[in-house]
């Protein structure tokens, strides 16, 4: 008989570094692991921004105080009485698809705003092991009507990386 989640029970995160993920996408809220290396190989070459995206995706880093590596996660920016969740999945090339659904928030606070459609975002990205092993996100042309572009927001000891409409 399956287990069910009791209410209130949060769900189990699951931490693995990010070359493990060469191997199975675990299913569940994923915690990614990078050493000192992985994060400056990941963020090489990217342009620094102080735009925090509206919506979409954000990949959230947060290094670990002795600066040996640190912890990211890939989130959602939904919008005021949307619930979003991240789903992840292997691309047929090999990369890792990532994305947000969406939907509107039932609560008795937010009826009183217009059903809007779960919105997407400009530009979304994926995660791929280039053949020298360095892992790098690449962004995908949803429907911006100029160049996406990855690009870095440093906020106090913590990085997002999005990729942006520009």
């Given at each position: 008989m399956?287990?069910?989640?009791?209410?209130?029970q949060?769900e189990?995160?699951?931490?693995?570094?990010i070359?493990?993920l060469?191997?199975?996408?675990?299913k569940?809220k994923l915690?990614?692991?990078l050493?000192?290396?992985?994060?400056?190989?990941?963020?090489?070459g990217?342009?620094?921004?102080?735009?925090l995206p509206?919506?979409?995706?954000?990949?959230?880093?947060?290094?670990m105080p002795?600066?040996?590596?640190?912890?990211?996660?890939?989130?959602?920016?939904p919008?005021?009485?949307?619930l979003?969740?991240?789903?992840?999945?292997r691309?047929p090339?090999?990369?890792?698809?990532?994305?947000?659904?969406?939907r509107?928030?039932?609560s008795?606070e937010?009826?009183?705003?217009?059903?809007?459609?779960?919105?997407?975002?400009?530009c979304d990205?994926?995660?791929?092991?280039q053949?020298?092993?360095?892992?790098?996100?690449t962004?995908?042309?949803?429907n911006?009507?100029?160049?996406?572009?990855?690009?870095?927001?440093?906020?106090?000891?913590?990085s997002?990386?999005?990729?942006?409409?520009?």
């Open positions: 399956a287990q069910r989640k009791a209410v209130g949060a189990q995160v699951i931490v693995r570094n070359d493990e060469k191997k199975t996408i675990p569940g915690l990614i692991h050493t000192k290396e992985q994060w400056a190989g990941l963020n090489k990217m342009k620094s921004s102080k735009v509206k919506r979409g995706m954000v990949f959230r880093y947060r290094p002795d600066d040996i590596g640190g912890f990211g996660s890939v989130e959602c920016v919008q005021v009485c949307e979003c969740s991240v789903r992840l999945g691309n090339d090999g990369s890792i698809g990532m994305q947000c659904r969406c509107p928030d039932p008795p937010c009826r009183e705003h217009p059903n809007l459609p779960p919105g997407t975002s400009a990205f994926v995660l791929r092991q053949s020298s092993g360095r892992w790098q996100f962004c995908v042309n949803v911006c009507s100029g160049n996406c572009r990855m690009v870095i927001v440093n906020q106090g000891a913590s997002l990386i999005t990729c942006a409409c520009q």
